[in-house]
């Protein structure tokens, strides 16, 4: 006679999932018990003592919000601080993909402040967009250098970054031409690993060329500096998002590999000053550009945020009682619009000039002191797509240089979640199972793509407006969205200012 009954084992399995699903209930039941009385009882929290339990779910949507907005519930133009639209342009840039669109563009082109450019009424004939020429910075330093690639990388640390990420900028830079700027966490070996042209950065702490009280280290700053990839040296005054605050790299990212580079100790909080210890004035800024640069022999300057042109007026004014060599070789202009893993959100929304205001005035002054063909002028500030980057060459800059752009470039998803040491993406993580989703030779492509993609797309603006050279755009080529929705030229919101000599000349 055939059994219909179930097997003994898949009844003992049955019965042993039941007590198992009944035993997960009664400890959900205590916990949420527990957790409740907790709530109840504790003083700290209004929401948590009205309504306990379901008061967490709160703060839980809070943490998911940033996450969910920006794939479910913003539109392509209103997130910040770059929005979808943005962040796809920079991925098909990074992918090589294609770049078009039908039906017209997503972009208001009402919105105050919305700079577009004019268009030739007839521009050349042939290619469609136009190649950058060499511009020479240092000429009195006995190794200038000549550079052609108007866009490069920003300031980006060991240490911010996680050594995939170095090692694939570091890559993509050297196939795309264009060079890459250490940060203030001193020069590792990725980032000479690609061979890239290095602009090296000296921060408040002097990472990585330091003494052991902080000061410079003349034989550590040689060595570094006797690598023909390092061309320039950069003095970090300060920078866009924490201007007149120092670095700060939390213990968890201060790894033993880390601490060496920067010659600090490991594991703990490392805090830079909020300036050099040995610049508090003009002349010793312009002292210490002298003597980096005659002790390296590479074009020296400085980076900062403005608060206003004071400081620029009264350099331009030393520079011109010492002599015309004694000027910094390039001033690296960084708007408050500026990122960086970490900085207190007083800072980062409230103070410095954003660069709309600090570029133009800061080529302007210049001029009116006679010395803008020596200085060189290099701006960054949320420069991503080839319109921003166009703009700022139009406003004056030499050259362009972007953080973000090349974070998104390696993949960032802009989860906001540079300074915990948990970015989802591998860049800004000192933690290995993070960084395996980072593969450097794939990366490297798209930082190779993005800026070429950034160049070649800046070059069919100048192209379509009827210039030769990128760098050749000026304030009558862009136009600016006012308040009341009308256009109007960036000269009229910036009229050049009138150089020396000029007036003579032309009654002349």
């Known amino acids: 006679m055939e059994s219909t009954g179930f097997s003994p084992w898949l009844v003992m399995l049955v019965q042993t999932f039941a007590v198992l699903f009944l035993l997960l209930v009664a400890v959900v039941v205590v916990v949420i018990a527990a957790v409740w ?13 009205n309504f306990p339990v379901i008061g967490h779910f709160r703060y839980g949507f809070l943490r998911l919000g940033e996450f969910f907005r920006q794939y479910l519930f913003s539109s392509d133009r209103e997130e910040m601080p770059f929005n979808r639209a943005q962040r796809v342009w920079v991925y098909r840039a990074a992918k090589n993909a294609d770049n078009t669109n039908a039906f017209g563009s997503t972009r208001d082109l009402r919105g105050e402040g919305v700079p577009f450019f004019v268009n030739a009424a007839f521009p050349a004939l042939g290619d469609h967009h136009v190649e950058p020429q060499p511009v ?57 690993e690609g061979g890239c042209d290095i602009v090296f950065e000296i921060g408040t702490a002097k990472y990585g060329v330091r003494t ?11 060595a570094i500096c006797a690598h023909k990839q390092v061309k320039m040296v950069s003095i970090k005054l ?35 000053p909020n300036r050099h210890l040995d ?47 004694s000027a910094p070789d390039f001033i690296i202009v960084d708007g408050s619009e500026g990122g960086t893993g970490a900085a207190p959100q007083t800072l980062m929304e409230g103070v410095g000039l954003p660069l709309h205001e600090a570029l133009p005035a800061l080529v302007d002054t210049l001029v009116v002191k006679g010395l803008r063909e020596r200085v060189k002028v290099i701006c960054s500030g949320k420069r991503i797509t080839a319109y921003d980057v166009a703009w700022a060459l139009s406003m004056g800059a030499d050259f362009v240089n972007s953080a973000r752009g090349f974070m998104l470039a ?8 540079c300074n915990r040491n948990t970015c989802p993406t591998g860049i800004t993580t000192q933690n290995p199972k993070l960084q395996r989703g980072l593969v450097v030779t794939d990366k490297s492509e798209k930082v190779a793509n993005y800026a070429k993609n950034v160049m070649y797309e800046v070059g069919i603006i100048a192209h379509s407006c ?25 000269v009229e919101l910036f009229p050049y200012p009138v150089a020396p000599g000029a007036a003579e000349r032309l009654s002349s």
Request: charged residues 25%; aromatic residues 4%.
């Open 212 to 222: 052991p009280d902080g000061k410079l280290d003349d034989t550590k700053l040689t």
């Open 37 to 49: 009385v907790l709530d109840r009882n504790q003083t700290g929290n209004a929401v948590l003592r």
């Open 136 to 192: 020479r910075i240092g000429p009195y330093a006995r190794e200038p250098y000549d550079h052609a690639a108007f866009f490069n990388i920003s300031a980006m640390s060991f240490g911010a970054l996680g050594a995939p990420a170095v090692r694939a900028l570091s890559h993509g830079a050297a196939k795309a031409g264009i060079w890459m700027d250490t940060g203030e966490g001193g020069l590792a070996p990725y980032h000479l």
């Open 410 to 417: 390696l993949g960032c998803i802009q989860s906001l979640q």
């Open 279 to 325: 610049i508090g004035n003009v002349a010793e800024l312009l002292a210490a550009i002298h003597h980096i640069r005659e002790l390296t022999g590479k074009p020296t300057g400085f980076k900062a945020v403005f608060g206003d042109m004071a400081m620029i007026e009264e350099l331009c004014d030393e520079v011109r009682r010492r002599g015309i060599e």
């Open 466 to 490: 009827g210039v030769d050279d990128p760098r050749q755009l000026d304030r009558t080529h862009c136009r600016v969205v006012g308040d009341d929705g009308i256009s109007v030229p960036l």
């Open 238 to 272: 300060g920078q866009g998002a924490k201007p007149g605050m120092g670095g700060l790299l939390p213990a968890a990212k201060v790894t033993p590999e880390i601490a060496e580079i920067r010659g600090i100790p490991v594991g703990e909080d490392s805090q830079s």
